[in-house]
């Protein structure tokens, strides 16, 4: 049934007919998400990071290397900053 339905999607002219077989609500839609937790429920939860688990953590990094710089002691603390630089 999945392979007829796949298959019947890659027939479609454009993403209107793709939206209507499907229901999908385009890329700015909620659908993404809805996948993503279907996925979750599948996957392991010590093989997923958890949303929003990356950005948090690349934020703790910026900030330890602001707090370990000895020149940024006057400095006001919500400077833009980025890991794609060294920090000097």
């Given at each position: 049934m999945r392979i007829m339905t796949f298959s019947s999607?890659?027939?479609?002219k454009n993403i209107s007919e793709i939206k209507?077989?499907?229901g999908w609500d385009g890329s700015s839609g909620e659908s993404r998400s809805k996948l993503l937790d279907v996925l979750q429920s599948y996957i392991?939860?010590?093989k997923?990071?958890?949303t929003g688990k990356l950005e948090s953590l690349l934020k703790q990094s910026l900030k330890y290397q602001v707090n370990l710089?000895?020149?940024?002691?006057?400095e006001k603390r919500d400077h833009e900053y980025s890991l794609l630089e060294k920090h000097s």
């Open positions: 999607m890659i027939m479609c209507d077989k499907t392991s939860p010590q997923m990071i958890e710089c000895e020149y940024h002691e006057n």
